[in-house]
């Protein structure tokens, strides 16, 4: 399966889904410049009206007497943090959202595989190499925004990573999206959550017994403790951990169920729409009803983080897939399309690899001095996004893509 892709406007045959690619990107923009551009705008707006900040849950607070456009940009700001334990924020949605766009995409990327696998025996060979190369590639990629490559020392390096989750949840994912039927994918997906469910549930802990959904007392830790080599990104567990990525196959499963409704010629466009609207409200109603006995977490990735993370992708997707594929509203989409076509490749530049900070520092350094201090991390923020976007346009006009 590829997670970038060329995506040509207008839409050519073989028929693709540009909202696909576009929500990929605008998924992706928060997490390479987004979040930065908005916290410097927040910040600007509280040392402006002299505001708080409780940072505990990162909200900034005494906003009542701002102007709605201040407000908004506050309001935003406090969505990009992730919940500091239970419950659920904008933020928490990025990571599930680019699992769930990577189900959503198998079943047109194996589509090759099952028209003509019983006709071309190496098919099945091929398909499975793909897969096994993808994802032991984006392991290691996911070691080197760690810092592998630094040479600090097994014991500090830290090998759990939003890259490995991506490459274990889709890879699972596609060997039961490829290896079963529909009625055992939702069988398999119902027998991970309650699965989980049941393990977090009723495992004890040693010194904190069973059903302690705290930060150390949680299965999910103990198992981060207990076998996870290195170092641990939160000391007593890791938000990627081993346990928790299991959950993560059915956020990409729920993405697989929403590709393979896309792609069937069972209903109209628009009445696509309306069942996808009805699916992720049922989602978010399902994850908000279990989550009295069992929390919405994303750092354990809960059963119920699945189904309202995923409640919220379908949502999100639908808008998009109206939008665009539909109402053919394409021309505003363009810019997450390049960002979107070579995501790995910026995500894994703005993690390290490359130091797009000092870049805008050295072209824009003199035009951000000149406004008042308050603003200048915004706009710094908004320079580095400018030469993100120039690289990345300059990349998909090349037609040049990293494909994983």
Not at 10 to 28: Q, T, W
Not at 98 to 116: C, D, L, R, T
Not at 186 to 196: A, K, M, P, S, T
């Amino acid at each position: 399966m590829k997670l970038t892709a060329r995506i040509d406007l207008p839409v050519s045959k073989p028929k693709r889904l540009i909202s696909l690619d576009a929500l990929r990107g605008f998924d992706m923009f928060w997490i390479i410049s987004g979040e930065g551009i908005f916290h410097g705008l927040a910040n600007a707006v509280k040392q402006k009206h002299g505001l708080a900040q409780n940072h505990e849950d990162w909200q900034i607070i005494g906003t009542e007497n701002l102007s709605l456009l201040e407000r908004m940009m506050v309001g935003i700001s406090n969505q990009l943090h992730h919940s500091p334990w239970n419950g659920f924020t904008f933020y928490d949605l990025i990571f599930p959202l680019f699992i769930f766009i990577s189900g959503v995409s198998m079943p047109y990327s194996y589509q090759k595989y099952f028209e003509n696998r019983a006709n071309d025996k190496s098919l099945s060979n091929q398909v499975y190499y793909s897969l096994i190369k993808r994802t032991l590639i984006l392991i290691v990629l996911g070691f080197i925004v760690n810092g592998l490559l630094q040479w600090n020392g097994f014991e500090n390096t830290r090998f759990a990573s939003v890259l490995g989750r991506i490459a274990f949840s889709t890879f699972f994912a596609a060997l039961i999206y490829l290896n079963f039927s529909l009625p055992k994918q939702i069988i398999w997906f119902l027998g991970i959550l309650f699965g989980y469910y049941f393990i977090m549930m009723y495992v004890p802990v040693p010194h904190f017994g069973a059903g302690v959904l705290t930060p150390e007392g949680n299965l999910s830790a103990y198992i981060d403790r207990l076998l996870l080599p290195g170092k641990l990104h939160r000391i007593v567990y890791d938000p990627e951990g081993i346990l928790s990525t299991i959950p993560a196959i059915c956020s990409a499963m729920i993405g697989i169920f929403t590709g393979t409704f896309i792609k069937s010629e069972s209903s109209s466009p628009n009445q696509k729409v309306l069942k996808l609207f009805l699916a992720g409200i049922a989602c978010i109603a399902l994850g908000l009803l279990w989550s009295i006995i069992f929390p919405i977490n994303k750092t354990m990735w809960t059963s119920t983080f699945v189904l309202f993370a995923g409640g919220c992708s379908i949502l999100l997707f639908t808008l998009f897939y109206y939008v665009i594929d539909v109402q053919s509203i394409k021309k505003w989409c363009v810019p997450f399309l390049w960002i979107g076509s070579n995501s790995i490749l910026i995500y894994v530049c703005a993690h390290g690899l490359i130091n797009f900070e000092s870049t805008a520092v050295f072209i824009f350094g003199g035009l951000v001095q000149k406004i008042p201090a308050i603003w200048q991390s915004a706009l710094l923020w908004m320079a580095i996004f400018g030469i993100q976007l120039f690289i990345l346009k300059f990349l998909y006009d090349k037609k040049w893509f990293l494909k994983i």
